[in-house]
């Protein structure tokens, strides 16, 4: 693995005690019955599925990093796949949760939009790893 890829994957092994501390945070709110969370679908949806895409897309990236450093790109190319591949397990987890921050919110904010951004930067750069693996 190239050192930009080693550098990449221990930024990604970071967040996982960040993506732990959510869980027991909403594992909190429900054992607590805090209110804005059980009694809120909208924001009990969004940080349910936040906490699911954190999770899911860190591993995602870990294992495709093990892919860039043997793709047929350029190394402009490898590093902007690492890039793209690394930022959605970031950008759709924030979008998620900072789109209902307050308890009171019923409907999600402007940030929203980091979901969708996160997920082209994720088809993105799986789609440049493909090819470049082909």
Same mark, same amino acid.
């Given at each position: 693995? +190239?050192?930009? $890829?080693? +550098?990449?994957?221990?930024l990604l092994l970071v967040t996982v005690p960040a993506v732990a501390f959510?869980?027991? +945070?909403?594992?909190?709110?429900?054992?607590? @019955?805090?209110?804005? =969370? %059980? @009694?809120?679908?909208?924001?009990?949806?969004?940080?349910?599925?936040?906490?699911?895409?954190?999770?899911?897309?860190?591993?995602?990236? %870990?294992?495709?990093? %093990? =892919?860039? @450093?043997?793709?047929?790109? $350029?190394?402009?190319?490898?590093?902007?796949?690492?890039?793209?591949?690394?930022?959605?397990?970031?950008?759709?987890?924030?979008?998620?949760?900072?789109?209902?921050?307050?308890?009171? @919110?019923?409907?999600?904010?402007?940030?929203?939009w980091l979901v969708p951004l996160g997920g082209v930067s994720l088809a993105?750069?799986?789609?440049?790893?493909?090819?470049?693996?082909?």
């Amino acid at each position: 693995m +190239s050192p930009s $890829s080693l +550098s990449t994957a221990g930024l990604l092994l970071v967040t996982v005690p960040a993506v732990a501390f959510g869980g027991a +945070s909403l594992l909190a709110h429900i054992m607590r @019955d805090l209110p804005g =969370y %059980l @009694d809120n679908p909208v924001r009990r949806g969004l940080w349910r599925a936040g906490h699911a895409h954190a999770g899911i897309l860190v591993l995602f990236a %870990l294992v495709a990093l %093990l =892919y860039v @450093d043997r793709a047929d790109l $350029s190394g402009g190319m490898r590093s902007l796949t690492r890039t793209l591949i690394v930022a959605a397990p970031i950008l759709m987890p924030i979008g998620f949760f900072l789109s209902v921050v307050r308890p009171s @919110d019923t409907r999600p904010n402007k940030l929203i939009w980091l979901v969708p951004l996160g997920g082209v930067s994720l088809a993105t750069g799986t789609l440049l790893l493909g090819v470049g693996l082909i």
